[in-house]
């Protein structure tokens, strides 16, 4: 009898080299797969993630599934089973048994990521390893001005970086938030869309945070878009600040629809 587990879970990326398994590094696949192997007696199981978050980069909301062969294990055991044999900088909240249909990327209708950046002058010791740094002045209202031009569907070679596999670059983003918080001096960015490519939020930060500083016009997105070059746009934010925040197996819920007036 096979099962087939869905299950949401946290990690600090800090010390992965990653989601995906590689040979001689540590990954959050790698974790996983070496704690059900415990589970299922030395016997290998596969599991496939919703996305592959590159090295430092942190999820508060990936979710996973795997296929178990035996006596099936209720949900709630198998999450407590899991964040037994999980190293601490992991953990599994949810977990469910699905149709075995469901596959964790294949099933999916966006995904919400998040962007933090700390604006202190110097670099925070205790943050360095979950924000990105970026400690010059910027006018949020430009950012969030040039963002409305990224709502939509585009195609966004210039925002791809060159090291992605996926020849077809045309992605929809739905939802663009930009906030600023002055006392703890970070700027929040939260993205919305169908699907993102190789790096491509961090490029997205990177450039406005360009717009933000008046290194690039307000108006140069529609421009870059158009170009379809990476060279348009450079820089690229750092890994530390970015987080998986959520995965939608649902319709996108219509307050994170911005895109609708452009449709």
């Known amino acids: 009898m096979m099962t087939r587990y869905k ?10 080299h990653g989601f995906q398994i590689q040979p001689n590094q540590r990954t959050v696949q790698g974790a996983i797969e070496e704690a059900l192997k415990k589970i299922n007696k030395g016997q290998r199981i596969i ?11 942190h999820a508060k909301g990936q979710v996973i ?11 709630n055991k198998m999450l407590l089973a899991l964040n037994s044999l999980m190293p601490t900088d992991t953990v599994f909240y949810e977990s469910e048994i699905v149709d075995k249909n469901f596959h964790v990327q294949y099933s999916t209708k966006g995904k919400w990521y998040r962007y933090v950046v700390n604006q202190h002058h110097f670099v925070d010791p205790f943050n360095r390893f979950y924000t990105g740094h970026y400690p010059y002045s910027v006018d949020i209202k430009l950012m969030q001005q040039a963002a409305l031009d990224l709502l939509g569907e585009h195609d966004f070679t210039s925002f791809a970086a060159s090291g992605g596999q996926i020849k077809d670059k045309v992605r929809k983003i739905y939802y663009i938030n930009i906030i600023e918080k002055p006392k703890e001096k970070k700027i929040i960015f939260d993205f919305i869309g169908n699907g993102f490519l190789y790096n491509m939020v961090r490029i997205l930060v990177a450039t406005l945070l360009e717009i ?14 158009a ?3 990476r060279q348009e746009v450079r820089a690229t934010a750092p890994a530390s600040g970015l987080y998986l925040k959520h995965v939608f197996y649902e319709e996108i819920p219509k307050k994170y629809r911005l895109d609708l007036k452009n449709n």
């Open 7 to 16: 299950m949401t879970m946290a990690y600090d990326g800090h010390l992965f």
């Open 47 to 57: 599991v496939h993630g919703s996305g592959r978050t590159d090295a430092g980069v």
């Open 65 to 75: 599934h795997f296929d178990y062969l035996g006596n099936p294990i209720p949900a």
């Open 212 to 225: 933000g500083s008046k290194k690039r016009p307000v108006d140069d997105i529609p421009r870059v878009i």
């Open 227 to 229: 170009a379809k070059d």
